[in-house]
């Protein structure tokens, strides 16, 4: 006969473990919402009057698909729901993860090609790597879904709430590693064409494009290879520890990415102009033609970034009238 000390134990070590996994989500819940505070103003100035395209369609994706995940995954942990519904919660997270997590990455898709002067043979090559890679992701994460069980802490004491694992496979860390091989690739190009840009010219736009670009690989390849670590290295609890955490990470910082683009675009085309850097909202105070085609160009050269416009084919057109 078992140790009922040791079962004790076990049972105490497991509730512990579920018990930090909560802390994450709801950390990770927070840092979203904050960084969805801060970063609204810029939302409505920059985002929403935007014409509709690639861009501000995954911009709204990335950005909104979200938060039904961090809602449902508070509501998980803090409420006392059976093992089955716990499991049809971690299955719509899993689902909506891997898709979030593909919407992020579609928008480095289009940050890179449009480095590349929307070259089509990039765009093909991106694309078809992105199907290859994602169609094994999916294919994971269904597994990972058959064999991940929970069980609801009411049954252990009526003061407890929400779920925690009893098993699962670390086959998902394999999903990680070629999330990570995906964004290499897109690094890879990112460095490529940034050095030849930079010898022959620079700019401030220029310069934020590439540095978001490293910093956003270093940051997500640090979290994937944590979330790697971890589930070889811990138990089955801690399967989901930094799941939500790196699906809010992509969501932030690709959606900062666009917000920070638009908002140079504006303030670049402001000073070329000789405006003040108060820009978008003085330019729609005043209704000179200067003013007014300085906020089309910014929108146009924004939008080249993301393969919906040419650049300054419209300034060439709108100035020569």
Sequence with gaps: MSDPAAQL?????????????????????????????????DEISLVWPAAWGPGKILFLLARYVTWPEITLAVYQQLSDIPATECHSFFTYFSWSTVWGIGVAEMILMLRTWALWNRKQSILIGLVTLFCAIWAPISYIIS?????????????????LSGCFVTGSTSLISVAWILLTCFDFVILGLTIIKGLEHFKHQSSTLLSSLYRDGL?????????ALANVIVLYTTPPEFTILLNNFQRVLHAMLSCRIILQLRALAVRSEVQTFGLSSGGRRQQQWSGTHSQTLSVTVAEDQTSAWFGEGYGTSTLGRRWKK
């Design 215 to 223: 910093l956003y690989f270093v940051y997500l390849f640090s979290i």
């Design 143 to 159: 597994v990972v879904n058959a064999k991940t069980t929970f069980v609801a802490s009411s049954s252990f004491s009526p003061a």
């Design 9 to 41: 134990a076990l049972i105490l070590g497991s509730l512990t473990r579920s018990q930090v996994v909560r802390y994450s989500n709801v950390a990770s819940a927070c840092l979203f919402m904050y960084d969805y505070v801060v970063t609204l103003p």
